[in-house]
Protein backbone atom coordinates (compact mmCIF):
# COMPACT_ATOMS: atom_id res chain seq x y z
CA UNK A 1 0.00 0.00 0.00
CA UNK A 2 1.50 3.53 -1.09
CA UNK A 3 2.09 6.14 1.52
CA UNK A 4 -0.17 9.41 1.98
CA UNK A 5 0.59 12.20 0.89
CA UNK A 6 0.72 13.70 4.49
CA UNK A 7 2.95 10.49 5.17
CA UNK A 8 5.93 12.10 3.25
CA UNK A 9 9.16 12.19 3.96
CA UNK A 10 10.42 16.05 3.66
CA UNK A 11 13.89 16.44 2.10
CA UNK A 12 15.77 19.41 1.24
CA UNK A 13 18.42 19.01 -1.55
CA UNK A 14 20.88 22.19 -1.92
CA UNK A 15 23.30 23.18 -4.16
CA UNK A 16 25.13 25.96 -5.03
CA UNK A 17 22.95 27.22 -8.54
CA UNK A 18 19.66 26.03 -9.10
CA UNK A 19 19.06 22.52 -11.61
CA UNK A 20 16.32 25.36 -13.24
CA UNK A 21 17.16 27.99 -16.20
CA UNK A 22 15.32 31.12 -15.63
CA UNK A 23 15.44 34.13 -17.65
CA UNK A 24 13.51 36.69 -18.61
CA UNK A 25 10.60 36.46 -21.93
CA UNK A 26 8.78 39.60 -22.83
CA UNK A 27 8.88 41.16 -19.36
CA UNK A 28 8.13 37.80 -17.19
CA UNK A 29 10.14 35.45 -15.74
CA UNK A 30 10.28 31.97 -17.25
CA UNK A 31 11.78 28.69 -15.88
CA UNK A 32 12.58 25.07 -16.94
CA UNK A 33 14.08 22.38 -15.28
CA UNK A 34 17.12 20.82 -16.45
CA UNK A 35 18.24 17.70 -17.09
CA UNK A 36 20.81 15.34 -15.40
CA UNK A 37 21.40 12.35 -13.11
CA UNK A 38 20.29 13.78 -9.96
CA UNK A 39 16.76 15.51 -11.34
CA UNK A 40 15.84 12.32 -13.10
CA UNK A 41 16.82 9.73 -9.89
CA UNK A 42 14.65 12.12 -8.04
CA UNK A 43 11.92 11.80 -10.66
CA UNK A 44 11.02 8.53 -9.23
CA UNK A 45 10.34 9.31 -5.78
CA UNK A 46 7.39 11.64 -5.36
CA UNK A 47 5.37 8.88 -3.82
CA UNK A 48 7.41 8.56 -0.72
CA UNK A 49 9.37 11.98 -0.45
CA UNK A 50 8.30 15.54 -1.11
CA UNK A 51 11.55 17.34 -1.73
CA UNK A 52 12.37 20.97 -2.38
CA UNK A 53 15.64 22.42 -4.16
CA UNK A 54 17.69 25.53 -2.42
CA UNK A 55 20.16 27.36 -3.96
CA UNK A 56 21.46 30.18 -6.69
CA UNK A 57 19.32 31.24 -9.82
CA UNK A 58 21.99 32.51 -11.73
CA UNK A 59 20.82 35.69 -11.80
CA UNK A 60 21.13 38.49 -9.92
CA UNK A 61 17.03 40.17 -8.87
CA UNK A 62 17.02 43.16 -6.81
CA UNK A 63 13.54 44.57 -6.89
CA UNK A 64 10.89 42.84 -4.54
CA UNK A 65 8.41 42.60 -7.04
CA UNK A 66 10.43 40.68 -9.55
CA UNK A 67 11.87 38.32 -6.88
CA UNK A 68 8.61 37.45 -5.93
CA UNK A 69 8.06 36.68 -9.71
CA UNK A 70 11.17 34.22 -10.17
CA UNK A 71 9.98 32.80 -6.56
CA UNK A 72 6.37 31.99 -7.98
CA UNK A 73 7.69 31.13 -11.59
CA UNK A 74 10.11 28.59 -9.74
CA UNK A 75 7.45 26.95 -7.66
CA UNK A 76 6.11 24.93 -9.84
CA UNK A 77 9.60 22.63 -10.21
CA UNK A 78 9.47 22.55 -6.36
CA UNK A 79 12.86 24.82 -6.18
CA UNK A 80 13.45 27.88 -4.25
CA UNK A 81 16.06 31.02 -4.86
CA UNK A 82 18.60 32.27 -2.61
CA UNK A 83 19.29 36.02 -3.94
CA UNK A 84 22.85 37.11 -4.51
CA UNK A 85 23.84 40.25 -5.75
CA UNK A 86 26.13 39.94 -8.76
CA UNK A 87 29.52 40.96 -6.99
CA UNK A 88 29.43 38.21 -3.68
CA UNK A 89 28.09 35.54 -6.13
CA UNK A 90 31.45 36.29 -8.45
CA UNK A 91 33.16 35.97 -5.13
CA UNK A 92 31.81 33.20 -4.08
CA UNK A 93 31.81 31.09 -7.27
CA UNK A 94 34.77 32.25 -9.02
CA UNK A 95 36.98 34.45 -6.33
CA UNK A 96 37.51 31.22 -3.74
CA UNK A 97 35.13 28.28 -4.65
CA UNK A 98 36.87 27.82 -8.37
CA UNK A 99 40.00 29.96 -8.05
CA UNK A 100 41.27 29.03 -4.72
CA UNK A 101 39.09 25.57 -3.22
CA UNK A 102 39.22 23.80 -6.39
CA UNK A 103 42.56 23.78 -7.65
CA UNK A 104 43.64 22.21 -3.76
CA UNK A 105 40.81 19.70 -3.92
CA UNK A 106 42.28 18.50 -7.31
CA UNK A 107 46.01 18.13 -6.19
CA UNK A 108 47.36 21.41 -6.89
CA UNK A 109 49.58 23.44 -5.15
CA UNK A 110 51.17 26.91 -5.71
CA UNK A 111 47.65 28.72 -5.36
CA UNK A 112 47.38 31.90 -4.04
CA UNK A 113 45.13 32.89 -0.90
CA UNK A 114 42.81 36.18 -0.44
CA UNK A 115 41.05 36.80 2.26
CA UNK A 116 38.15 38.79 -0.38
CA UNK A 117 36.47 36.22 -1.39
CA UNK A 118 36.97 33.79 1.35
CA UNK A 119 34.81 36.29 3.12
CA UNK A 120 32.11 36.18 0.01
CA UNK A 121 32.54 32.37 0.33
CA UNK A 122 31.63 32.44 4.25
CA UNK A 123 28.81 35.34 3.47
CA UNK A 124 27.18 33.20 0.93
CA UNK A 125 27.20 30.03 2.98
CA UNK A 126 25.82 31.93 5.57
CA UNK A 127 22.60 32.90 3.70
CA UNK A 128 22.10 29.66 2.30
CA UNK A 129 21.93 28.47 6.37
CA UNK A 130 19.39 31.53 6.83
CA UNK A 131 16.94 30.36 4.02
CA UNK A 132 17.14 27.07 4.47
CA UNK A 133 16.99 26.69 8.58
CA UNK A 134 13.70 28.89 8.27
CA UNK A 135 12.40 26.47 5.80
CA UNK A 136 13.20 23.45 7.22
CA UNK A 137 11.01 21.71 10.25
CA UNK A 138 11.97 18.85 12.71
CA UNK A 139 12.64 16.08 10.97
CA UNK A 140 13.80 17.22 7.52
CA UNK A 141 16.49 15.25 5.86
CA UNK A 142 18.75 18.36 4.32
CA UNK A 143 21.23 17.17 1.45
CA UNK A 144 23.84 19.57 0.76
CA UNK A 145 25.69 19.24 -2.53
CA UNK A 146 29.53 20.01 -3.33
CA UNK A 147 32.40 22.07 -2.22
CA UNK A 148 30.83 25.76 -2.77
CA UNK A 149 29.11 24.84 0.31
CA UNK A 150 31.73 23.06 2.73
CA UNK A 151 30.78 25.62 5.75
CA UNK A 152 26.68 24.75 4.94
CA UNK A 153 26.61 22.08 7.62
CA UNK A 154 27.96 23.70 10.76
CA UNK A 155 26.06 26.86 9.61
CA UNK A 156 22.72 25.08 9.80
CA UNK A 157 23.05 22.74 12.48
CA UNK A 158 23.72 25.81 15.05
CA UNK A 159 20.62 27.59 13.24
CA UNK A 160 18.33 24.62 13.35
CA UNK A 161 19.61 24.04 16.99
CA UNK A 162 18.46 27.54 17.89
CA UNK A 163 15.24 27.10 16.40
CA UNK A 164 14.83 23.83 18.17
CA UNK A 165 14.73 21.55 14.49
CA UNK A 166 15.90 18.15 14.58
CA UNK A 167 17.42 17.34 11.22
CA UNK A 168 19.67 14.85 9.29
CA UNK A 169 22.44 16.99 7.36
CA UNK A 170 23.83 14.70 4.84
CA UNK A 171 26.50 16.20 2.48
CA UNK A 172 28.23 14.65 -1.01
CA UNK A 173 31.05 16.25 -2.62
CA UNK A 174 31.45 15.85 -6.12
CA UNK A 175 35.32 16.38 -6.66
CA UNK A 176 38.15 14.18 -5.16
CA UNK A 177 39.52 14.74 -1.58
CA UNK A 178 43.03 15.55 -2.02
CA UNK A 179 45.51 13.68 0.39
CA UNK A 180 47.01 15.95 3.62
CA UNK A 181 50.00 17.57 2.22
CA UNK A 182 47.44 19.24 -0.32
CA UNK A 183 45.25 19.91 2.02
CA UNK A 184 47.85 21.71 3.90
CA UNK A 185 48.42 24.87 1.59
CA UNK A 186 45.06 25.96 2.41
CA UNK A 187 45.01 28.65 5.10
CA UNK A 188 41.13 27.88 6.17
CA UNK A 189 41.44 24.18 5.88
CA UNK A 190 40.33 23.92 9.45
CA UNK A 191 36.87 25.94 8.96
CA UNK A 192 35.76 23.88 6.32
CA UNK A 193 36.80 20.32 7.93
CA UNK A 194 34.54 21.57 10.89
CA UNK A 195 32.35 23.18 8.71
CA UNK A 196 31.80 19.25 7.15
CA UNK A 197 31.67 17.21 10.23
CA UNK A 198 28.61 18.94 11.41
CA UNK A 199 26.94 16.25 9.05
CA UNK A 200 25.74 13.21 10.13
CA UNK A 201 26.56 11.68 6.93
CA UNK A 202 29.64 12.81 4.43
CA UNK A 203 29.64 10.76 0.91
CA UNK A 204 32.63 10.62 -1.75
CA UNK A 205 32.69 9.48 -4.76
CA UNK A 206 35.73 6.90 -4.25
CA UNK A 207 37.50 5.01 -1.16
CA UNK A 208 40.61 7.17 -1.68
CA UNK A 209 38.67 10.87 -1.13
CA UNK A 210 37.22 8.90 1.56
CA UNK A 211 39.99 7.59 3.27
CA UNK A 212 41.86 11.24 2.37
CA UNK A 213 39.36 12.64 4.25
CA UNK A 214 39.41 10.46 7.52
CA UNK A 215 43.10 10.93 7.64
CA UNK A 216 42.64 14.78 7.52
CA UNK A 217 39.94 14.85 10.46
CA UNK A 218 42.65 12.26 12.41
CA UNK A 219 45.78 14.71 11.40
CA UNK A 220 44.11 18.05 11.76
CA UNK A 221 41.91 18.34 14.39
CA UNK A 222 42.94 15.41 16.32
CA UNK A 223 39.35 13.22 15.41
CA UNK A 224 39.05 9.35 16.53
CA UNK A 225 38.73 7.74 13.19
CA UNK A 226 39.63 3.93 14.71
CA UNK A 227 36.53 2.54 13.56
CA UNK A 228 35.96 2.43 10.02
CA UNK A 229 33.81 4.87 8.19
CA UNK A 230 32.99 6.89 11.67
CA UNK A 231 34.61 9.94 12.88
CA UNK A 232 33.81 11.06 16.55
CA UNK A 233 34.78 14.44 16.96
CA UNK A 234 33.24 17.49 19.72
CA UNK A 235 30.55 14.36 21.07
CA UNK A 236 29.52 13.95 17.04
CA UNK A 237 29.65 10.85 15.49
CA UNK A 238 30.07 11.73 11.64
CA UNK A 239 29.12 8.78 9.11
CA UNK A 240 31.42 8.62 5.92
CA UNK A 241 30.69 6.68 2.74
CA UNK A 242 31.48 5.95 -0.77
CA UNK A 243 28.40 6.64 -3.52
CA UNK A 244 28.68 6.18 -7.00
CA UNK A 245 27.36 8.66 -9.24
CA UNK A 246 25.60 7.30 -12.47
CA UNK A 247 24.28 8.14 -16.09
CA UNK A 248 21.12 7.57 -17.13
CA UNK A 249 22.00 4.83 -20.03
CA UNK A 250 18.60 4.52 -21.97
CA UNK A 251 18.55 8.01 -22.98
CA UNK A 252 21.37 7.56 -25.01
CA UNK A 253 19.54 4.19 -26.13
CA UNK A 254 16.82 6.28 -27.18
CA UNK A 255 18.54 9.00 -28.87
CA UNK A 256 20.81 6.96 -31.14
CA UNK A 257 17.72 5.27 -32.32
CA UNK A 258 16.15 8.68 -33.54
CA UNK A 259 16.21 8.46 -37.59
CA UNK A 260 18.07 11.97 -37.74
CA UNK A 261 20.60 10.57 -35.16
CA UNK A 262 21.15 7.58 -37.47
CA UNK A 263 21.68 9.61 -40.77
CA UNK A 264 23.96 11.95 -38.65
CA UNK A 265 25.94 8.16 -37.52
CA UNK A 266 26.35 7.21 -41.31
CA UNK A 267 27.31 10.56 -42.36
CA UNK A 268 30.37 10.55 -39.95
CA UNK A 269 31.50 6.65 -40.80
CA UNK A 270 31.13 7.99 -44.67
CA UNK A 271 32.99 10.77 -43.66
CA UNK A 272 35.99 8.72 -42.01
CA UNK A 273 35.86 5.61 -43.71
CA UNK A 274 38.92 3.08 -43.41
CA UNK A 275 40.24 5.50 -40.51
CA UNK A 276 40.23 4.83 -36.79
CA UNK A 277 38.23 7.26 -34.58
CA UNK A 278 39.06 8.63 -31.47
CA UNK A 279 37.17 11.35 -29.36
CA UNK A 280 37.82 13.24 -26.60
CA UNK A 281 34.63 15.25 -24.87
CA UNK A 282 35.65 17.49 -22.07
CA UNK A 283 35.23 20.55 -20.52
CA UNK A 284 37.95 22.86 -21.08
CA UNK A 285 39.37 23.04 -17.59
CA UNK A 286 42.84 22.23 -16.01
CA UNK A 287 42.23 18.87 -14.14
CA UNK A 288 41.25 17.41 -18.05
CA UNK A 289 44.39 16.92 -19.02
CA UNK A 290 43.88 18.57 -22.41
CA UNK A 291 47.59 19.94 -22.80
CA UNK A 292 48.64 16.56 -21.86
CA UNK A 293 46.48 14.90 -24.52
CA UNK A 294 47.45 16.83 -27.28
CA UNK A 295 50.62 16.49 -26.27
CA UNK A 296 50.41 12.77 -26.00
CA UNK A 297 48.72 12.71 -29.42
CA UNK A 298 51.09 14.47 -30.99
CA UNK A 299 54.01 12.10 -29.77
CA UNK A 300 51.81 9.23 -30.72
CA UNK A 301 52.12 10.39 -34.38
CA UNK A 302 55.29 10.83 -34.28
CA UNK A 303 56.00 7.34 -33.04
CA UNK A 304 53.73 5.87 -36.03
CA UNK A 305 53.97 7.99 -38.71
CA UNK A 306 51.79 6.00 -41.13
CA UNK A 307 48.65 6.58 -39.51
CA UNK A 308 48.87 10.27 -39.70
CA UNK A 309 45.93 9.73 -42.76
CA UNK A 310 44.17 6.68 -40.94
CA UNK A 311 43.65 8.37 -37.97
CA UNK A 312 41.90 11.40 -36.39
CA UNK A 313 41.43 12.68 -32.80
CA UNK A 314 37.78 14.89 -32.52
CA UNK A 315 38.70 16.62 -29.72
CA UNK A 316 35.43 18.86 -28.23
CA UNK A 317 36.78 21.04 -25.77
CA UNK A 318 33.40 22.48 -23.96
CA UNK A 319 33.88 26.40 -22.84
CA UNK A 320 34.16 26.72 -19.10
CA UNK A 321 34.61 29.37 -16.34
CA UNK A 322 35.51 32.25 -19.89
CA UNK A 323 35.60 34.80 -17.54
CA UNK A 324 38.59 33.58 -15.52
CA UNK A 325 42.06 34.20 -16.42
CA UNK A 326 43.41 30.92 -16.08
CA UNK A 327 41.02 29.03 -18.16
CA UNK A 328 41.70 32.04 -20.92
CA UNK A 329 45.42 31.44 -20.80
CA UNK A 330 44.47 27.46 -21.12
CA UNK A 331 42.66 28.00 -23.95
CA UNK A 332 45.41 30.06 -25.93
CA UNK A 333 47.75 27.39 -25.44
CA UNK A 334 45.41 24.72 -26.33
CA UNK A 335 44.76 27.04 -29.81
CA UNK A 336 48.48 26.22 -30.21
CA UNK A 337 49.22 23.20 -29.42
CA UNK A 338 46.11 21.88 -32.24
CA UNK A 339 47.92 24.71 -34.81
CA UNK A 340 51.30 22.70 -34.29
CA UNK A 341 49.79 19.25 -34.38
CA UNK A 342 48.32 19.71 -37.66
CA UNK A 343 50.73 22.14 -38.87
CA UNK A 344 53.60 19.14 -38.18
CA UNK A 345 51.40 15.93 -38.83
CA UNK A 346 48.95 17.19 -42.01
CA UNK A 347 48.62 16.07 -45.55
CA UNK A 348 46.81 16.63 -48.68
CA UNK A 349 44.67 14.32 -47.78
CA UNK A 350 43.31 16.45 -44.23
CA UNK A 351 44.58 16.62 -40.73
CA UNK A 352 44.72 14.40 -38.06
CA UNK A 353 43.37 16.65 -34.87
CA UNK A 354 40.00 18.34 -35.21
CA UNK A 355 40.07 20.47 -32.35
CA UNK A 356 36.51 22.28 -31.46
CA UNK A 357 36.03 25.03 -28.80
CA UNK A 358 32.20 24.94 -28.14
CA UNK A 359 29.40 22.76 -27.27
CA UNK A 360 27.63 20.45 -28.96
CA UNK A 361 24.14 19.43 -29.22
CA UNK A 362 23.42 15.98 -27.13
CA UNK A 363 22.83 14.32 -31.00
CA UNK A 364 25.46 15.19 -32.20
CA UNK A 365 26.89 13.86 -29.29
CA UNK A 366 25.63 10.46 -28.97
CA UNK A 367 26.76 9.93 -33.04
CA UNK A 368 30.19 11.10 -31.95
CA UNK A 369 30.45 8.76 -28.99
CA UNK A 370 28.95 5.71 -31.51
CA UNK A 371 31.18 6.13 -34.17
CA UNK A 372 34.94 6.51 -32.32
CA UNK A 373 36.74 3.64 -32.09
CA UNK A 374 38.41 5.01 -28.84
CA UNK A 375 37.28 7.41 -26.10
CA UNK A 376 40.67 9.25 -24.70
CA UNK A 377 40.15 10.90 -21.38
CA UNK A 378 43.43 12.56 -19.78
CA UNK A 379 42.03 13.74 -16.46
CA UNK A 380 45.15 14.75 -14.19
CA UNK A 381 41.92 14.38 -11.38
CA UNK A 382 38.87 14.25 -11.46
CA UNK A 383 36.04 13.63 -9.13
CA UNK A 384 34.53 10.62 -11.39
CA UNK A 385 34.61 11.96 -15.50
CA UNK A 386 30.58 10.54 -16.71
CA UNK A 387 32.39 11.01 -19.83
CA UNK A 388 33.08 7.33 -19.53
CA UNK A 389 29.89 6.44 -18.73
CA UNK A 390 28.49 8.33 -21.86
CA UNK A 391 31.06 6.59 -24.09
CA UNK A 392 30.19 3.26 -22.93
CA UNK A 393 26.83 3.65 -23.15
CA UNK A 394 26.64 4.48 -26.80
CA UNK A 395 29.09 1.78 -28.20
CA UNK A 396 26.89 -1.48 -27.74
CA UNK A 397 27.52 -1.66 -31.54
CA UNK A 398 31.22 -0.99 -31.83
CA UNK A 399 32.42 -2.22 -28.65
CA UNK A 400 34.79 1.01 -28.70
CA UNK A 401 37.83 0.82 -26.24
CA UNK A 402 38.00 3.33 -23.33
CA UNK A 403 41.39 4.40 -23.04
CA UNK A 404 41.63 6.03 -19.41
CA UNK A 405 43.39 7.95 -17.12
CA UNK A 406 44.12 6.24 -13.60
CA UNK A 407 43.43 9.47 -11.92
CA UNK A 408 40.19 9.82 -12.90
CA UNK A 409 37.74 8.79 -10.37
CA UNK A 410 36.04 6.49 -12.82
CA UNK A 411 39.27 4.51 -12.90
CA UNK A 412 38.82 3.30 -9.73
CA UNK A 413 35.77 0.95 -11.13
CA UNK A 414 36.65 1.06 -15.10
CA UNK A 415 40.44 0.08 -14.72
CA UNK A 416 40.10 -3.61 -16.02
CA UNK A 417 37.71 -2.57 -19.16
CA UNK A 418 39.74 -0.26 -20.08
CA UNK A 419 43.22 0.49 -21.15
CA UNK A 420 44.98 2.54 -17.97
CA UNK A 421 47.51 5.31 -18.50
CA UNK A 422 49.19 7.97 -16.65
CA UNK A 423 48.46 11.79 -18.14
CA UNK A 424 51.49 12.80 -17.48
CA UNK A 425 53.75 9.95 -19.60
CA UNK A 426 53.58 11.04 -22.54
CA UNK A 427 55.45 7.39 -24.47
CA UNK A 428 52.76 5.73 -22.00
CA UNK A 429 49.54 7.41 -23.60
CA UNK A 430 50.74 6.46 -27.01
CA UNK A 431 50.75 2.90 -26.29
CA UNK A 432 47.59 3.14 -24.63
CA UNK A 433 46.07 4.27 -28.01
CA UNK A 434 47.99 2.15 -30.21
CA UNK A 435 47.17 -0.71 -28.11
CA UNK A 436 43.50 0.49 -28.07
CA UNK A 437 43.34 0.65 -31.74
CA UNK A 438 44.60 -2.44 -32.53
CA UNK A 439 42.49 -4.32 -30.12
CA UNK A 440 41.19 -7.71 -31.00
CA UNK A 441 37.72 -8.03 -32.13
CA UNK A 442 37.21 -10.77 -28.70
CA UNK A 443 39.08 -8.48 -26.12
CA UNK A 444 37.16 -5.37 -27.37
CA UNK A 445 33.70 -7.15 -26.82
CA UNK A 446 34.91 -8.56 -23.64
CA UNK A 447 36.57 -4.85 -22.30
CA UNK A 448 33.06 -3.92 -23.25
CA UNK A 449 30.96 -6.32 -21.47
CA UNK A 450 32.53 -5.51 -18.58
CA UNK A 451 31.98 -1.51 -18.59
CA UNK A 452 28.67 -2.38 -19.64
CA UNK A 453 27.81 -4.17 -16.49
CA UNK A 454 29.41 -1.49 -14.20
CA UNK A 455 27.75 1.45 -15.98
CA UNK A 456 24.36 -0.41 -16.20
CA UNK A 457 24.28 -1.94 -12.92
CA UNK A 458 25.68 1.45 -11.09
CA UNK A 459 22.74 2.94 -12.63
CA UNK A 460 20.03 0.58 -11.66
CA UNK A 461 21.54 0.83 -8.12
CA UNK A 462 21.58 4.55 -8.05
CA UNK A 463 18.23 5.27 -7.07
CA UNK A 464 18.27 2.21 -4.00
CA UNK A 465 21.15 3.61 -3.19
CA UNK A 466 19.71 7.24 -2.57
CA UNK A 467 16.85 5.83 -0.22
CA UNK A 468 19.57 3.54 1.50
CA UNK A 469 21.38 6.47 2.25
CA UNK A 470 18.52 8.25 3.26
CA UNK A 471 17.37 5.41 5.08
CA UNK A 472 20.91 5.97 7.03
CA UNK A 473 20.38 9.67 7.23
CA UNK A 474 17.37 8.97 9.43
CA UNK A 475 18.82 6.24 11.83
CA UNK A 476 21.32 8.75 12.46
CA UNK A 477 19.07 11.81 13.12
CA UNK A 478 17.21 9.67 16.06
Known sequence: MGESANTK?????????????????DGAFQSSLSS???????????KSTQFRWFGWPGIEVKDPEERAEVVESLEKHRATPIFLDSHLAHEHYNGFSNRILWPILHYTSGILYDDGPWQAYKRVNELFADAIAEAAESGTLIWVHDYHLMLLPELLRKQL????????????????????????????????????????????????????????????????????NQIQYKNRLVCTDKFI????????????????????????KERYKGMKVIVGIDR???????????????YFLDDHPELRTKVVLIQVAVPS?????????LETELCTIAGKINGKHATPEGTPLLYMHRSVSFTELTALYSVADACLLTSTRDGMNLVSFEYVACQEQNHGVLVLSEFAGAAAFMRDG???????NTSEMSEALFAALNLGDEER???????????????????????????????LAK
Open 321 to 329: REDVKEYQD
Open 445 to 475: KEKFESLWNFVATNTRETLAQMRSTWGLLLK
Open 418 to 424: SIPFHPA
Open 284 to 298: LDHIKGLTQKLKGFD
Open 161 to 228: QMQGKGCAIGFSLHTPFPAGDFWRNLPVRKHLIEGLLSSDLIGFHTDEYKHNFIDTCASLLGAQTQIP
Open 36 to 46: GGLVTALSGLT
Open 9 to 25: RNLIIVSNRLPVSVRRV
Open 245 to 268: VGIDPQKFTDTLRRPEVQERIKSL
